[in-house]
């Protein structure tokens, strides 16, 4: 079956520092790969998406792209800020759970002032 | 747009009680709608799938008897957790798919449930 695994957090960094979460997945078919953000208390929101290989998402400065070859989807943000602490999810669509998203297990992001 | 409410966003209440969740779309027709569990620092847990005037598909080891869903709209989804008990206090957390758009799907802002 499908599945998505990130790399295990909590990762803290101080501000203006460099972030990259690995995010590897298993699926069959071509899926969707989305990163969703889900800060404290409340619901989850998409941040970025790729729905083919090499295609990039990007979106309030962080970035991701679609390598079929690796099978990964690593989020990546050049500058990160305190305002970015927050829980983050891999997941993809499209793969054998037709109709449902398979998440991974959320990384942990503290930043420090 | 696509925006989903979820109301309560908190409740506590007694043990043995009944509690209900409300998940609607609010400026789009959902005729899937997801349930989700959290627990404090874990990934969501897919709890159901429920369509629109059918009976919801629930995973596996979810009680359906426990977690009753509704869906008897296009834009209203309900979870009542049944004679609940200290165990079942979590996260709750809903989402809806439109039949168009990028996104596989939009979640609500979730319900923090306390039995005490």
């Known amino acids: 079956g499908d599945s998505v695994t990130q790399m295990e957090g909590p990762v803290t960094l101080s501000e203006e520092a460099f972030l990259t979460i690995n995010c590897t997945y298993t699926a069959t078919g071509y899926p969707s790969l989305f990163w969703y953000v889900q800060y404290p208390g409340e619901g989850l929101q998409l941040l970025l998406k790729?729905?083919?290989?090499?295609d990039k998402g990007s979106n309030k400065g962080f970035e991701a792209t679609y390598r079929k070859e690796t099978t990964s989807f690593h989020l990546e943000k050049g500058s990160v800020q305190v305002s970015d602490s927050a829980v983050y999810f891999c997941?993809?669509?499209?793969?054998?759970?037709?109709?449902?998203?398979?998440f991974g297990q959320g990384t942990i992001l503290t930043v420090h002032p | 747009g696509a925006v989903v409410s979820q109301h309560p966003s908190w409740v506590i209440c007694k043990s043995g009680t009944s509690v209900k969740i409300e998940c609607r779309s609010l400026?789009?027709?959902?005729?899937?709608m997801f349930w989700y569990r959290q627990f404090p620092k874990q990934s969501l847990m897919l709890m159901a799938t429920?369509?629109?005037?059918?009976?919801?598909?629930?995973e596996q080891g979810v009680e359906k008897d426990k977690f009753l869903i509704n869906h008897a709209s296009l834009t209203l989804s309900t979870l009542t957790v049944t004679s609940a008990h200290p165990e079942d206090s979590s996260f709750y957390i809903c989402s809806a798919r439109r039949s168009q758009g990028g996104q596989p799907q939009h979640f609500g802002d979730g319900t923090r449930l306390s039995i005490l």
């Open positions: 429920s369509n629109e005037g059918s009976k919801a598909t629930y």
């Open positions: 790729a729905t083919k290989a090499d």
């Open positions: 997941a993809l669509y499209g793969g054998t759970s037709y109709g449902k998203l398979t």
């Open positions: 400026d789009f027709q959902a005729t899937t």
